[in-house]
């Protein structure tokens, strides 16, 4: 398992590094994707074979297809190409990339003072449902009417615009044809 | 083993604050909270796992359900938002009026 959670850390790295640097976004969104599938298995590795799989289903796939979906849609070409080549004349990258290395530092300090290492215990999906439906059922609860919320929120913020270029489709196709 | 996650926890954190931080790209921005969120559920993981307890596992499903309902309404704005200035640019949304 350590073996396992080695390989899977370094590729989460080293995609998650490409995917925040390329310009192009469905370029950094197919990097974003093998991290969030490395970040599965080192779940998995670290003993939670449950929620490995959600990780799988809900960020790599739902998450993920919802942002290429809407990229699609935009329809960013190479103007946009340009455009992020402008606003990113590298010296940009310096100031955040301190500012995150003093954060690194200070989550290194913690992590040095947790004491000695203890090894991943393995918790099963049985444990994690009757906690989930006993402790926590209110948070269940409140996570589905979250997400009830969300749904409405996006469907009336994005019903202007699809029914904006509706009607503009139906103006242009009525002049097209007298 | 625990702390290991930990580290890829922190690491996949800083990582995505820099990407936060450096970009101007609404839809790289989203991107870059997702990951932040991926590393914090990783360390709910982590901590759940050194402490043989489904209470990690349980927080890292509510992140789920948090992040999920966040890029559904961030990613209707960022639609609204490109409709109306023709961009992606965050600093564009400094001219809305009313």
Do not use: C
Request: a positive charge.
């Amino acid at each position: 398992m350590p073996v396992l959670f080695g390989f899977a850390a370094i590729i989460a790295i080293v995609a998650t590094v490409m995917a925040i640097s390329r310009l192009n976004a469905v370029h950094a969104l197919l990097y974003l994707v093998p991290s969030l599938l490395a970040v599965a298995v080192a779940i998995y590795a670290l003993g939670a074979p449950y929620l490995a799989a959600l990780e799988v289903i809900i960020y790599a796939g739902a998450i993920m297809v919802l942002f290429v979906f809407v990229t699609m849609m935009l329809n960013l070409g190479e103007a946009s190409k340009r455009q992020e080549q402008q606003w990113q004349p590298g010296r940009g990258w310096i100031g955040p990339t301190i500012l995150a290395g003093l954060l690194f530092a200070a989550f290194l300090v913690s992590l040095l003072r947790a004491g000695p290492p203890t090894a991943a215990h393995y918790v099963g999906p049985h444990d994690v449902g009757l906690a989930l439906m006993s402790t926590y059922v209110l948070g269940v609860e409140l996570a589905s009417m979250l997400l009830m919320g969300a749904a409405v929120a996006a469907y009336h913020l994005g019903v202007a615009v699809v029914g904006k270029q509706q009607k503009a489709a139906e103006t242009a196709a009525k002049v097209g044809t007298p | 083993m625990t702390h290991m996650g930990l580290l890829l926890a922190a690491v996949l954190f800083v990582l995505g604050l820099a990407g936060l931080l450096a970009r101007r790209n609404l839809l790289m921005i989203l991107v870059s909270i997702e990951i932040m969120l991926n590393a914090a559920g990783l360390a709910f993981i982590a901590a759940g796992a050194a402490w043989n307890q489904p209470d990690g596992q349980v927080m890292f499903l509510f992140i789920l359900t948090v992040a999920a309902a966040e890029v559904a309404v961030g990613l209707a704005l960022v639609l609204q938002l490109h409709h109306q200035t023709k961009s992606v640019d965050a600093d564009r949304a400094n001219r809305m009026r009313g």
